[in-house]
């Protein structure tokens, strides 16, 4: 990527210097050089007051640039066109060149940034979805302001002039490490301190782990908190969610209170993670969706199995449940409890049914 410190170098008296009259222009010369990015004739507007929610005519985008100047980081041009890609090409593009833009963007390499492509499976959007925005005249609603801050996260660069990381990706991969190595949050911190600390200045990189986890937060799949009777008898749940006490034990739900609190704590609490969203997630993006519909895709050899497709247990509940064995979409479950015994080991001869389920 080009130098373009310009667009935030202060202007002795609020005049504009010639290097950002000229910046300015290149901009405008690289925006308008994909067709793409006009909707009714117009392009986004990245002014301070705009923040690309408005489409304009370019010659009014060049007169709010010149007067109200670029809005806050937004040294990568992501909704204009450009990519953030983890390539030395990235530094042969020079601003102005209608060449260079058409060579760059036109290109359409879904593995070039797949910390974009995770960002638009997550947010179920694709890249027509963004190109075809409309023109809005107000501040996008939270959902869509979570899906564009994550956008641009996803393409710009952890510091100006970085090609390997762009901000988005240097967190999740340091959560991966977390996850991985099973880091405290404290030895994530200290981590993330020393990795400031080497860092040029100006790097993107969340300070912390509350602030990493609330940058990743839209990307995931939530859970429910459910409290539950600490003798695992029963769950406040439903019917029974305003239920204070244990029908079965008679334990109460609540720790007592200590000084002014009023908040109520319950003894235990169990973590429900819905897995219709989760099968969902799976479907949204084209590369897993190809392997969720695999089964019925693929060709079987004669006496060789490679999935349980292949199996006559398969085979039979196909001809079982026809309508459902039609559509490919639908998902068989098999719940596995490999090494694991649900009633302990005092009781490791009880007997117990491993089902299998289908989704519909």
């Known amino acids: 990527m080009d130098d373009r410190s310009w667009m935030y170098r202060d202007s002795p008296q609020g005049l504009r210097r010639m290097d950002y009259c000229n910046g300015v222009q290149g901009f405008i010369n690289f925006a308008t050089s994909i067709p793409r990015n006009f909707t009714d ?31 806050e980081d937004y040294m990568c041009w992501y909704a204009h066109g450009e990519l953030f890609v983890p390539d030395e090409s990235m530094e042969e593009q020079v601003v102005g060149s209608t060449s260079s833009a058409s060579n760059m963007h036109e290109v359409e390499n879904e593995n070039s940034n797949p910390y974009r492509n995770m960002v638009m499976d997550a ?3 694709s890249e027509a979805n963004v190109r075809e925005c409309p023109i809005v005249e107000e501040e996008p609603n939270a959902d869509a302001a979570r899906f564009f801050d994550l956008l641009r996260d996803s393409d710009e660069p952890l510091w100006d002039g970085c090609t390997n990381h762009s901000k988005l990706s240097a967190v999740a991969q340091v959560f991966t490490i977390k996850s991985d190595h099973g880091l405290s949050e404290a030895d ?19 300070e912390n782990f509350y602030a990493a986890k609330s ?28 239920m204070t006490e244990c029908m079965t034990c008679g334990h109460s739900r609540y ?29 949204m993006s084209p590369r897993t969706a190809e392997h969720m519909t695999w089964h019925q895709s693929h060709h079987a050899v004669d006496g060789v199995m490679v999935h349980p497709s292949d199996g006559e247990a398969w085979k039979h509940f196909n001809s079982m449940h026809p309508p459902f064995s039609a559509e490919s979409r639908n998902v068989r479950l098999g719940l596995c409890t490999d090494g694991f015994n649900p009633f302990g080991s005092e009781q490791s001869g009880a007997e117990y049914r491993c089902l299998s389920l289908s989704v519909d």
């Not at 986004?44 to 010149?66: A, E, I």
Request: charged share 25%; proline share 6%; hydrophobic share 35%.
């Open 41 to 71: 004739g117009g392009i986004r507007c990245p002014c301070r007051k705009c923040k690309n929610l408005k489409f304009l005519h370019q010659d009014v985008v060049t007169m709010h640039l010149l007067t109200k100047g670029f809005m």
């Open 123 to 125: 947010m179920r959007m």
């Open 188 to 206: 994530y911190d200290k981590i993330i301190k020393w990795a400031i600390s080497i860092l040029p200045k100006g790097n993107r990189l969340k």
């Open 215 to 242: 940058m990743m937060k839209p990307l995931g799949l939530g859970y429910q908190k459910i409290d539950i009777c600490p003798n695992f008898c029963m769950l406040y749940y439903l019917e029974n969610a305003e």
């Open 255 to 283: 720790k007592p209170r200590t000084g002014r609190g009023k908040t109520l704590v319950a003894y235990k609490k169990l973590r429900y993670f819905p897995i219709t969203p989760r099968l969902q997630r799976l479907f």
